[in-house]
């Protein structure tokens, strides 16, 4: 039986010492035990509950093919999003709370209502979205040398960092998503291209799963909440002191700067 405790003490401790841990699959948590690694969530999420963060959403990884590909997990997963883990359009993030962060342009859904059933249709997500947005996931992970698993990455609330919002909102009946191209650019140069049809064909596609999921596990998807929909090309790691910007075609522009680690 899995020690939730212990591994998700582990993980915390990884969040306070800025050190990474060796991969929790095998010993610490059966391989494939998704069962197991989202008690290890959850059991963590209860505690920054209690320790005063505010749940904002949820984050939606693992969509897609570039980034499974890259770890050889084909599933998606979920995480919770924190109202701390929002960082301004335009702002700087400082690399010394990070350990190994990535980044990946993303659509943000803003639902306008609840989505508490156990079936979610496309048009079920479509009445419920009050807008959306462009968005840049900073993804990060208390796992050494990102050598994940499905089990690790859940296990470490999907691999969650911080997050920056677009602040133009747009109907989501106004966005061909599918279609929609991304770019994300540092220093004006492409280092990630891709696509809605990345996202689970669809990002809508992305969020009536999860929207399901939560549902079935007692805790569905309510209005007001933020959810990011999944990467819309590969990742790419950060370099210190850069500026990434995604474009989104129909969405626009959202944009994040780093500090470099001696300023951390």
Known sequence: MTDVARVAGLLRSAYES?????PLRGDLLPVGDVDAAYAV???QVADWLAAGRRRVGAKIGLTSPAVQQAF???QPDFGVLF???AVPDGGEVDLGGLIQPRVEAEVAFVLGADLPFERVTVADVIRATDHILPAVEIVDSRIAGWDISIV???ADNASSGLFVLGNQPRRLSDVDLRVAGMVLEQAGEPVSVGAG??????PVHAVAWLAQTLAAAGSPLAAGDVVLSGALGPMVSVTPGAAYEARI???G???VCFGTREEA
Request: some cysteine.
């Open 152 to 154: 690790d990455t859940v």
């Open 249 to 251: 075609s129909g969405l």
């Open 41 to 43: 969530q959850q059991a």
């Open 197 to 202: 049809a990345a996202c689970l064909g669809n």
């Open 83 to 85: 109202a701390d883990m």
């Open 72 to 74: 050889g997990v084909y």
């Open 253 to 255: 522009s959202v944009r």
């Open 18 to 22: 800025g050190t990474p841990v060796p």
